[in-house]
Structure formats: C-alpha cells, structure tokens
C-alpha cells in the first residue's frame, strides 16, 4: 500500500500544482523555480532526482533529461503554508538554466543613470546548442 497522507497535507492550486523553488543544497543559493504536480512529487522522493510538470508541454519532465544537468535531491522542504514546495538539489553538471547558466536567476536589477534595467550577472557556461538536440530551449 502507497501512503500518500504526506501528498494530502500540501495545498494544491485549482490547477493541481504547486510552485517548487529549488537551491543548491550548499550553496543555498537559488536554481530555478517551477511547477509540480503529485505524481512529480511523488517521483522526485522515488527517484532521487527533481522532476516538475511542465505547464507549457503538460507533461512530467525530469530536470537533465535532455541536457544531462540532473538535480539529485538531498532534501524537499514545504513552507509553514503548506502552499509552496523546496527541493534541496546536487546540481550535476553545475548547470541549471536552460540559458547554460548555473541558476535561472542571472539577471540583476541595477540603476544606471538613474534608469532601472536588468543586468545580466551570470557568464554561460555552456551553450544551449550542445546540451540541447531539440529545438525550443
């Protein structure tokens, strides 16, 4: 018999989902943020590793299956309102924007003159079109 009380305790959107920030599990410092859904949930706990629900293709995806840059999960955190979701990852490959950057959040708000503007703060590790065979990232 699967338990699934644990699933039952987080606060679903209408949707069914859920938004999952993800840090590196040292550095603390944040990867991405997503969606999940139970099953994605329930897959990341089997199998180690982050999976989301992508809202855009409807469909389970596990973080590196196409790049390689495969989150491992140390630990899944939820927040005080049961509403948000943390996964604690060994990001493989130090790599976990789709852009070849180490964090999704690489653009930094600066002033400059006067005028706010988005800076970008983190260099490309890697470039897209060798981790990527499909088009669309």
């Known amino acids: 018999m699967i338990h699934t009380a644990w699933l039952d305790q987080i606060k679903w959107n209408d949707d069914g989902l859920v938004p999952v920030v993800t840090q590196d599990r040292q550095s ?3 990867l991405t943020h997503a969606w999940i859904n139970r099953e994605a949930l329930a897959l990341t706990l089997a199998e180690g590793r982050a999976v989301y629900w992508s809202r855009s293709r409807q469909k389970i995806w596990r973080k590196g299956e196409e790049s390689g840059n495969v989150q491992r999960i140390h630990d899944i955190l939820l927040d005080c309102d049961g509403d948000t979701v943390c996964y604690l ?3 493989i490959g130090g790599i976990a924007c789709h852009t070849g950057r180490e964090s999704c ?3 930094t ?3 400059v003159d006067g005028e706010p503007g988005w800076q970008i703060s983190d260099p490309v590790l890697k470039e897209p079109s060798a981790m990527y065979t499909k088009p669309g990232h």
């Open 28 to 30: 603390r410092r944040l």
């Open 105 to 107: 959040f690489y653009r």
């Open 89 to 91: 990852v060994e990001q």
């Open 109 to 111: 708000l600066t002033t």
